[in-house]
C-alpha cells in the first residue's frame, strides 16, 4: 500500500502548497471570506462540484447500488437534480442580496440580530452533521487500507481534521476552492477511467452490461436469491418505504439548496451572470459523474457480486475494490488517495462555512451589532472558530468511532439545510409578507422537527436482534416510521414560517422589498470584486 | 430599534433609485419575462421528479417492466432526469441572455451606474 500512500503525500504536498499561495494572496475580509470574488464560472463550477461530491457520494453511492440496485441509483439522480432549484431559484438572488452567509439574505429584510443567530445555528448543527459523517468515512477508509501499516482510525481522523484546519486557517476560501477544483479533476478522471474499464469487461456492449445486472445472484438470510438491479423495491419495500422515497425526494429538490457550505460558493463570483454559468458547469460535472456512479454501482454487484461486498469490508469500500479488481494495486492506490482527497475537500468547505458563519453573523452581526471593532477582527475570529470547530468534529468522531452509518449522517444534514434553510431563503427572496417573526418561526420548526423526528425514527429507535450488524441507541420500537422526515418536515418549515408571518407585522421588511427585489434582478448595489 | 438594512449602509445612495426603479415598467417588464421562464420550469421539474418517485415507489410493476434489452421504465427514467436537468439549464442560459438585456435597460435608467454593473465578465 506504499503506493497509496505516495499518491495521497502527492496530493497533500500539492494542496498545501496552494493553500501557501492563496494566504499570500489573500488581505482583507473579502480575501479570506470570498476569495476576492474573482472566481470564474468554469472554476466555481468544478469547485461547488468539489464541495458538493462528499465521501457519501463516492464510497456510500457505489456500495448502496451494489447492495441495492436501482434504489440505489435514486440517490444518484437526486444528488444531480438538486441543482435544477439551485439554478432557478436560488443562486442569483443570492449572489446579489449577500455577502459572506446564508444569513447576509435573511438579515437583508428582517432584524438582523435573530435571524443571524438562527441561522448560525443552523448553519453551525448541518456543518457539525456534515463533518462527521466526512470525518468517520476518512477514517474508516484508512483503517481499512493502511491496516498494518500502524495508521489507525483516530490517527486518520486527526490527521484528515488537522490537514483541513490548515487549508481553512491559513489559506480562506481561496486555497478551499482550489482544493475543491483540484480534487473534483481527479475525481472526475477516476471516474471515467473505471467506467471504461467496467464496460470493458462488457466489449463496451451496453445492453450485455445491463443483462448482466438484470441477473445478481446472492445470499439473503442464509438463502441464495437471484435479484434484477434494475427493478426498483429492494431497499424502498412496502410498507413504509414508498412514502420514504418520495419523503427522499423532497430533501433532495429542496435540501441542496439551502446547504451553507454550497450557497456560499456562489460569494466567491464577480457577479449573478458568472454564478448562473457556475451552477450549469457544476451541473455538467456532476450530472456526468452521478451518471457514470450508475455503472460503477450496477459493476461491483455484477463483478463483485453483492456476497464478496458484504464479506469484505462493507459496503463503503465497493468503489475501491472494483478499482482493484479491474486495474489492480496500482489504481486501487490512486482510487483510494482520491477517495481521501475527496473528502479533504468537502470537509475543508464545510468548515469554512460553518467559521464564516460564527464569525460574520454570530461575532460581528449578533454580538458586536455590525461594527468591526479593529480591521481584520473577524477574519480573526474565523480563524479561531476553524480551529475550535476542527477540534469539536475531531473529538465527536473519534467518539463515534468507525461503525457510525457515513451516508446517514449527510442525509440528516440535508433534511435539517431542506426543513429549516430552505423555506425561509425562499420567502425572504420571493414574499413581500414575510417577516422576522416568520423567519424565526420558520428556523426553529424546521430546525426542531427535523432533529426529533430523526430522534424517534428507525435510525435511533429500534431493537436490535441478537447478533445484528446495526446498533440502536434506544431500544425501543421507533415512533416516527420514516428514516426521511422531509414529508413532515419541509412543510412544515414552511407552514411556520408562513403562519409566523401572517400573525405579525414587520413594516420595515415590508418597505425594503422592493429594494430587495431590484437589487436581487439587477444587481444593483451587489458587493463588488476586490483585491 | 436595531440597525437594519446593514448590507446597504456602504451604498446609501442608491436606496431611492431602488424605489424608482422597481415602479419603472423597464423592471416590471423584466419580473414579467422571468417569471414566465422560472415558474414554469420549476413547476415541471418538481412534477416530474417527485412523480418520478411516486412512480418508483408505488408503482414498482410498471416501473419494472423492460423497455430495450434488459432496460426497465425506472433506470430509463433516471437517466431522463440528468438529460432533463441539463436541458433545462440549456434552455435557462438561452432565455438569461435575454434577462441580461433587459437589465441592462432598466439600469440605463440610473444616473450614475455602478462599476461593474451590468453584469460584466468572469468567464
Known amino acids: ?531 | 430599534m436595531e440597525p437594519r438594512h446593514e448590507n446597504l449602509s456602504e451604498q446609501p445612495t442608491q436606496h431611492s433609485d431602488c424605489g424608482r426603479i422597481a415602479s419603472s415598467k423597464q423592471f416590471k417588464d423584466l419580473l414579467a419575462v422571468k417569471r414566465m421562464f422560472i415558474i414554469p420550469a420549476l413547476a415541471f421539474f418538481l412534477f416530474n421528479f417527485i412523480g418520478f418517485a411516486i412512480l418508483v415507489g408505488y408503482a414498482p410493476k410498471l416501473a419494472s417492466i423492460r423497455l430495450i434489452g434488459t432496460i426497465t421504465v425506472a433506470y430509463l427514467f433516471a437517466l431522463l432526469q440528468f438529460v432533463l436537468g441539463w436541458t433545462i439549464a440549456g434552455l435557462y442560459l438561452v432565455a438569461s441572455s435575454r434577462f441580461d438585456r433587459l437589465t441592462k435597460d432598466v439600469l440605463a435608467q440610473v444616473d450614475h451606474l455602478p462599476m461593474d454593473a451590468p453584469p460584466g465578465d468572469g468567464e
Not at chain 1, 74 to 94: D, H, K
Not at chain 1, 134 to 140: I, L, N
Not at chain 1, 337 to 349: P, Y
Open chain 1, 1 to 531: 500500500m506504499t503506493v497509496s500512500l505516495a499518491v495521497f503525500l502527492a496530493f497533500v504536498a500539492s494542496t498545501l502548497a496552494i493553500t501557501g499561495w492563496a494566504a499570500r494572496r489573500s488581505r482583507g475580509a473579502s480575501a479570506y471570506f470570498a476569495a476576492g470574488r474573482r472566481i470564474k464560472a468554469w472554476q466555481n463550477g468544478f469547485a461547488v462540484a468539489g464541495d458538493f461530491m462528499s465521501a457519501a457520494s463516492f464510497l456510500g453511492l457505489i456500495g448502496l447500488i451494489a447492495l441495492q440496485g436501482f434504489d440505489g441509483i435514486f440517490y444518484a439522480v437526486g444528488g444531480f437534480v438538486a441543482f435544477v432549484t439551485i439554478l432557478l431559484v436560488v443562486a442569483e438572488p443570492l449572489r446579489n442580496t449577500g455577502k459572506y452567509t446564508m444569513g447576509d439574505v435573511l438579515a437583508y429584510r428582517l432584524r438582523p440580530r435573530p435571524v443571524r443567530a438562527l441561522a448560525a445555528l443552523s448553519t453551525l448543527t448541518i456543518a457539525t452533521l456534515y463533518m462527521i459523517a466526512q470525518m468517520v468515512g476518512a477514517g474508516a477508509l484508512v483503517a481499512l487500507l493502511l491496516a498494518g501499516s500502524g495508521i489507525g482510525y483516530n490517527t486518520a481522523v486527526v490527521g484528515v481534521g488537522l490537514l483541513m484546519m490548515v487549508y481553512v486557517v491559513f489559506g480562506g476560501m481561496l486555497a478551499t476552492t482550489w482544493v475543491q477544483i483540484v480534487k473534483a479533476m481527479l475525481l472526475m478522471a477516476c471516474t471515467v477511467v473505471l467506467t471504461g474499464l467496467v464496460l470493458r469487461q462488457f466489449h463496451f456492449h451496453l445492453l450485455d452490461f445491463f443483462a448482466a445486472a438484470s441477473r445478481i445472484a446472492y445470499h439473503q438470510n442464509g438463502e441464495l436469491v437471484m435479484n434484477d438491479f434494475l427493478r426498483p423495491g429492494l431497499r424502498f419495500r412496502p410498507p413504509h418505504g414508498p412514502l420514504d422515497l418520495v419523503s427522499l425526494s423532497l430533501i433532495f429538490a429542496f435540501g441542496t439548496a439551502g446547504l451553507p457550505h454550497i450557497l456560499v460558493k456562489f460569494y466567491t463570483v464577480p457577479n449573478a451572470r458568472t454564478a448562473r454559468n457556475s451552477v450549469v458547469w457544476a451541473m455538467v460535472v456532476i450530472g456526468s459523474y452521478y451518471a457514470m456512479t450508475t455503472i460503477l454501482g450496477l459493476g461491483a454487484a455484477i463483478l463483485l457480486g453483492p456476497d464478496d461486498i458484504v464479506a469484505h469490508s462493507g459496503t463503503n469500500m465497493a468503489g475501491p475494490r472494483l478499482a482493484q479488481a479491474l486495474g489492480g494495486d496500482f489504481f486501487l492506490a490512486v482510487v483510494s488517495a482520491v477517495a481521501f482527497a475527496t473528502i479533504l475537500a468537502v470537509v475543508a468547505g464545510v468548515m469554512i462555512s460553518a467559521s464564516t458563519s460564527f464569525a460574520h453573523d454570530v461575532w460581528t452581526n449578533v454580538i458586536h451589532r455590525g461594527l468591526e471593532r479593529t480591521p481584520g477582527e473577524s477574519v480573526v475570529v474565523a480563524r479561531l472558530a476553524a480551529m475550535a470547530v476542527g477540534a469539536a468534529a475531531i473529538l465527536i468522531a473519534i467518539a463515534l468511532g468507525p461503525g457510525s452509518n457515513v451516508l446517514i449522517l449527510a442525509t440528516f444534514g440535508m433534511a435539517v439545510a431542506a426543513s429549516a434553510n430552505f423555506p425561509v431563503i425562499v420567502l425572504s427572496l420571493y414574499w413581500r409578507r414575510f417577516t422576522t417573526a416568520g423567519a424565526i418561526a420558520g428556523l426553529s420548526a424546521g430546525l426542531a422537527a427535523t432533529l426529533a423526528l430523526i430522534l424517534v425514527g428507525p435510525d435511533v429507535m429500534g431493537i436490535d436482534s441478537p447478533g445484528a450488524m446495526s446498533h440502536h441507541l434506544i431500544q425501543a420500537r421507533p415512533w416516527f416510521p420514516l428514516e426521511n422526515v422531509g414529508i413532515v418536515s419541509v412543510p412544515l418549515g414552511f407552514l411556520a414560517a408562513i403562519a409566523g408571518s401572517l400573525a405579525s407585522r414587520d413594516p420595515g421588511a415590508e418597505a425594503s422589498f422592493d429594494e430587495l427585489v431590484v437589487r436581487a434582478n439587477t444587481g444593483l448595489g451587489a458587493e463588488r470584486v476586490t483585491g
